[in-house]
Each structure stands twice: as C-alpha cells, then as structure tokens.
C-alpha cells in the first residue's frame, strides 16, 4: 500500500522536517504535475507515479498522510471513490461499531443527531492532514476509525504494515458519474461557472480524468487487494447494500471483530443500525439539514452529501450512446478480474 517512491526523500524524515515544511515540499512538488480540467471549479493535478487525480490540497494532504501516518492493526478505513456510498458505509459503520454506548433504538440521543457521517469518521486527505498540520491521532481510542478516496496503492504504507482492515464500497460506474457530476456542478454555481453537461462529464469520466483517478483503476485495485487478502479488505458492492443492507451490517461487524450475539439479534439490533442510518432518517436531521462539514477544499452543507441514490438513475441523464461507451469500457477493463461487470443485474 505505498504511496509513491516521489513522496519520501531522506531530507523528508519525521524528525527533523516541520510539519509546515513537509506540506510546503509537497505542494511544490504537486505544483509541477499535469494538471486538467475537472467536473468541478478545481482543477486535478495527475500523481506522476500513481496516474492519479486529485486537487492540489487533498493530493498533498494524502502524500503527508503517508509520510506521517501511524496506523494500528485495529484501525479501520473505509475507502470509496466520490460519490460511491460514502456517507452510508461511514454512518453503518459508525453506527455498528459505537452500538454499545450509542444504542441505534435510541435514536433521540444519537450523535448522528448533531454530527454528520463525515464528522464522525473523518478523511485522512481532506480533514485529517490538512492546513500545514499533522494531527495528533495517538489518544483516540481503539477502534479508530478514517475514510479516504486514495487508491489502493496510495493508502499510508503505514496501513498495510499493520494489517489494519479496509472496508471498500464501488458503485455502478454510470450512477457514480451522475452523483459525481450533480455534486460538482452544485460547487460549478456556488463559484459562478457554468454547469457542465452530462456528457461532457461523461467523456472526462472515460479518459479517467476525474478525482483520484480512473473509475476502473481504483475499483480494480480494491477489488485485487480484497482476493489476495480477504481477512485485510473488505469488498462491497452499493447494488448489493441496497437489495439487503441487514446482510451487509452482519458482514461489516464479522470483519472489524465484533459480531452481533444472539441476544442483540433478538433484539433487532441489526435493523436499528439499518433504520438509523437509512436516508429518509438522516436527510431529517438537524445535523444533516443545518450542518456543515469543513474539508480542506471549503465548507460543505451536511444536506449536499444527501443524494437519494437510487439505482439506475443513470438513464435519466446519460444518452444511450454514452452509456454504451462506458459499458464496454467496463466490460472490457474487469475481464479476467473475477468482478461481475453487469450491474444491472444486482437491482
């Protein structure tokens, strides 16, 4: 799981460069990639090394993750790309590790009820290592629990030695584009740009020029990760959450280590953890409808993480010639891989 071999130089040790001096050499250095234009009001610089995009500041902050990360083996990530089921493995996840103190019935007293998904398992790139500082992450307590976009091969290396669990969630392509694209254009606006269009996103997303890099590499570089060390990574499929999200709950809790008992699956535990974090309740909540969430790339109101992400909604927005086109791409890129390329057959 190493970053890159350009994101580490013996002038570069823990001990001896500032933090502030360490996030200086890489934005410099970030300064000099091939940058393109993106869906959004930033433009991505390409990772010479890992052929990925990303802004400048979320790039940076995970080449300083990498550098100065420390993980456990009990830490927990969760890693998606944008607009995949992010705020909905973090808010499951939260929800079932945390079910003891913050019992899912109990949904009055929730932290959810003043905390977002993105404030209670926070970003290594774009909340964490962020703004000249490397956080002090040594007092939390076990399990800890950290969300990135990076692919695999950029997690922190630190992670891959301790063999801490990674939970990874890929969702259709065709409706991750549209999430994607929706949420850009919503900053697009705000910036004063103009929106783009569907298929203008639509050709960016297939030459791969889209944040942290092409939708078939990252899914891939999970999806390999997860057949060669099933006990480290964890692979879900957003379709599949969505016909049995109970299923995957129980799965999520089997991974981490700590199992549902007899008695919490009695008494309907499980199915708490899925009505708390289900969308109709959280896109109620005043955390969610009057919250914010601070990223390294602005202020994002918690409601625009909201999306009712529904199957297939791709169709109300794509020609049929696109969707084609990234169809076969998809065909032709998981070939071999063992990775179903059919997605709609899993609604």
Not at 300 to 317: I, P, S
Request: glycine share 6%.
């Amino acid at each position: 799981m190493s970053s890159s071999s350009v994101q580490t130089s013996p002038s570069l040790e823990a001990d001896t460069e500032t933090d502030k001096e360490l996030y200086q050499h890489f934005t410099d250095l970030v300064s000099t990639w091939p940058s393109s234009e993106s869906m959004s009001f930033i433009p991505l610089y390409r990772h010479v090394d890992g052929g990925w995009h990303s802004s400048l500041k979320p790039m940076v902050g995970a080449m300083v993750a990498d550098a100065r990360f420390t993980a456990r083996p009990s830490d927990i990530i969760v890693a998606t790309l944008p607009k995949s089921g992010t705020t909905w493995i973090k808010a499951l996840l939260y929800a079932m590790v945390h079910r003891r103190e913050h019992h899912p019935a109990d949904a009055v007293a929730h932290p959810f009820n003043s905390l977002g998904p993105h404030e209670c398992i926070r970003f290594l790139e774009y909340q964490l290592y962020t703004n000249d500082r490397v956080p002090d992450l040594d007092k939390l307590p076990d399990p800890r629990l950290f969300a990135t976009h990076v692919p695999f091969a950029s997690l922190p290396s630190a992670a891959a030695a301790s063999r801490c669990k990674v939970v990874y969630v890929c969702r259709d392509p065709k409706d991750n584009l549209i999430s994607l694209w929706d949420f850009a254009n919503k900053f697009r606006v705000r910036h004063g740009q103009e929106p783009v269009t569907a298929e203008a996103a639509a050709d960016l997303f297939c030459r791969g020029v889209s944040p942290f890099g092409p939708y078939w590499d990252h899914v891939l570089g999970y999806w390999d990760a997860h057949v060669e060390r099933p006990e480290q990574v964890l692979f879900f499929r957003y379709e599949e959450m969505r016909l049995d999200a109970a299923a995957h709950v129980r799965r999520l809790a089997e991974f981490v280590g700590v199992p549902f008992s007899a008695e919490e699956e009695e008494g309907g535990v499980v199915d708490a953890i899925v009505r708390l974090c289900s969308f109709d309740h959280m896109s109620g909540l005043e955390a969610t409808k009057g919250g914010k969430t601070e990223l390294v790339i602005g202020t994002v109101a918690n409601n625009e993480f909201f999306r009712r992400g529904q199957v297939g909604d791709w169709a109300n927005h794509l020609s049929p010639e696109m969707a084609r086109r990234i169809d076969a791409i998809t065909e032709s890129r998981f070939k071999g891989s063992g990775l179903r390329a059919n997605y709609a057959k899993l609604h």
